[in-house]
């Protein structure tokens, strides 16, 4: 076993892939291919993998099946063009953020992406908002219910690993605008503290039953606020039930859409 690998832990049933990011005398440091997860595990605990296929690492299998255009909207013989809702998308992990914004881009949706720990989120967007001025913010990277401190209470954001931050984060937004249908927020990552995200003014969040989520499920609901039209909401139950985690892994709230048409499409011919 070699930093890189990709490997899944044989005491789990191979039930995650993971990929070695670092090796610390017998002990592994993994991190989640497809799920917002960090763990460890020893050497002999972990058994080789096949490396994922290139299609599935960029999203493709998330997103080939509900192809956000909207069916119908624009034909070729109208002059109008497209203005999909701009997004901002902070992540604590450098991997998953490429991922994202490569989903972002192949589905020519205007947004910024940086990389940072959610300790510094909530600082990072009081100067973010105001010069990106976003129409959606996606704050999301790694969480868990920490074990070695779990007393048995969920509701106790105490018991999580970057919640509150998240949290903290929410709130900035919610400072910077109160309206949840002028700025979309979607917030959490594996385990997050559902409740408490929501109550800080998220629209969108992790993780109802605390499991762990798909590394592109926020990038997912995230492009359907871009691409759902201003004057519609977003179909809260279609977007959660077609991302990989469902029903239980996300949840949240009847949001306005992003997605605005204009005219006349630039190179038509009056």
């Known amino acids: 076993m070699k930093i890189g690998d990709y490997v899944v832990r044989k005491s789990y049933g191979g039930d ?5 990011q670092e090796i610390r ?13 960090l763990a460890d595990a020893p050497l002999d605990d972990l058994e080789a ?9 960029r999203g493709g299998s998330l997103f080939k099946p509900h192809r956000l ?7 070729a013989a109208e002059p109008y063009f497209d203005v999909p809702g701009k997004i901002l998308h902070l992540d604590g992990d450098r991997a998953y953020l490429k991922k994202s ?3 972002y881009n192949d589905l020519h949706i205007p947004a910024e992406g940086y990389h940072m720990r959610e300790a510094d989120m909530a600082d990072a967007l009081r100067q973010l908002l105001p010069m990106s001025q976003p129409d959606i913010v996606v704050i999301t990277g790694h969480d868990a219910i920490l074990k070695h401190r779990f007393d048995g209470d969920k509701q106790n954001i105490r018991n999580y690993k970057n919640s509150m931050h998240f949290v903290q ?8 605008e109160r309206n949840r249908d002028s700025l979309t927020v979607v917030a959490g990552a594996c385990q997050s503290h559902f409740e408490a995200l929501l109550q800080a003014g998220a629209n969108f969040a992790s993780s109802p039953s605390r499991i762990l989520i798909h590394a592109l499920d926020p990038v997912y609901i995230a492009a359907k606020a871009a691409y759902t039209p201003v004057a519609e909401t977003v179909n809260i139950y279609d977007v959660i039930t ?5 029903l239980k892994g996300l949840g949240g709230i009847e949001t306005k859409g992003n997605f605005r048409m204009g005219l006349p499409r630039i190179g038509t011919e009056n």
Do not use: N
């Open 101 to 103: 914004i490569a989903v």
């Open 169 to 176: 984060a929410v709130r900035v937004a919610r400072a910077y």
């Open 69 to 75: 255009r909207i069916a119908g909207m624009k034909r």
């Open 16 to 20: 995650v892939l993971f990929c070695i």
């Open 242 to 246: 077609h991302t990989v985690s469902g």
């Open 49 to 57: 993998a096949a490396e994922p296929m290139e299609e599935d690492t």
């Open 25 to 37: 005398e017998r002990q592994a440091i993994l991190k989640g291919v497809w799920y917002r997860l």
